[in-house]
């Protein structure tokens, strides 16, 4: 009888020290649920800001039979390394893990000069002495989804998928030149313009922390080569920012951006081209910069 008595006693006290562990689990898996850090994991959040950013662009547009000239736009066109131009980001967070982002950098430059080397542009020719206004655009448009395969209450770690275009277009207007008559002789004013949405992919890692009471960085870094039939492309991104919130919705961010784009299509037979653009030709891009602005998260 008192055997049969102990080993119920010790039936309940292994039940309730089970129970008891169970229960102490569950709360600790809630309480980490809770206490993850809504300005890491907010469901939505957008972001305005302006940037400096510094430009290098390569381009060469070939003609229906032949190659074009590659020309550095900064010194053959005469066109600012520098710009001041707006960003603006919008993140989507469906669930703990997933989250994806858009964003757009506008990126326009002009100049006007005198040029000292002759150009094939397209199916144009602009001889050396030629007054030359040039209109660049090399806007991006940028979709990021962002997995995090490591969840913290004050931090993430994840892989990222970017795709997206640089938005090319470049234009240029012969004004005058210098001829027999003079420097910069009235002439006829002709132009040209092409235009060409590169497409642009990358895959890399994501991660991002708290760093203070109210101060939050996160960093990206991404690449990819792709080489297929007519196209081949490289993509080298690497992005981060610091924020300070002022508020549990407002923060002030500062960011750098750095990325460097190669994109070559070369003529091919109609049917056996890949890609198929009705652009042929190079071009080597390069930004980085710094931006400053503010974040709303909700």
Not at 77 to 89: D, I
Not at 141 to 151: E, K, M, S
Not at 208 to 219: N, S
Request: one cysteine or more.
């Amino acid at each position: 009888m008192r055997q049969w008595h102990r080993r119920c006693v010790v039936h309940a006290l292994e039940g309730l020290t089970l129970g008891g562990a169970l229960t102490t689990l569950s709360s600790t898996a809630a309480v980490a649920q809770e206490e993850l850090d809504p300005r890491l994991y907010p469901k939505y959040e957008a972001s305005a800001s302006a940037a400096l950013l510094v430009l290098g662009e390569n381009i060469r547009v070939d003609p229906a039979d032949g190659t074009g000239t590659e020309v550095d736009a900064e010194d053959v066109l005469g066109v600012s390394p520098t710009s001041f131009q707006p960003r603006v980001a919008f993140r989507w967070r469906p669930g703990q893990k997933h989250e994806l982002e858009f964003s757009f950098l506008r990126a326009v430059r002009s100049s006007e000069k005198a040029i000292s080397k002759d150009i094939v542009f397209a199916d144009t020719s602009f001889t050396a002495g030629l007054r030359v206004n040039a209109s660049l655009r090399t806007s991006q448009a940028i979709l990021t989804y962002r997995y995090a395969f490591r969840v913290r209450p004050k931090s993430q770690i994840g892989a990222a998928l970017g795709v997206g275009a640089i938005l090319f277009r470049t234009e240029l207007d012969a004004k005058a030149g210098a001829t027999t008559g003079g420097a910069d002789t009235t002439i006829v004013p002709y132009s040209r313009t092409r235009k060409f949405n590169a497409p642009t992919g990358s895959l890399g890692l994501y991660g991002r922390a708290q760093l203070g009471e109210k101060w939050y960085g996160e960093a990206d870094l991404r690449g990819i080569y792709v080489k297929v039939s007519n196209f081949k492309a490289s993509v080298g991104e690497l992005g981060g920012a610091v924020r300070r919130f002022f508020s549990n919705t407002v923060a002030g961010e500062l960011g750098y951006t750095l990325g460097l784009y190669s994109v070559t299509l070369t003529h091919t037979p109609t049917d056996s081209s890949l890609v198929q653009t009705g652009f042929s030709g190079k071009i080597k891009y390069n930004v980085s910069g710094f931006r400053g602005g503010v974040v709303i998260a909700f």
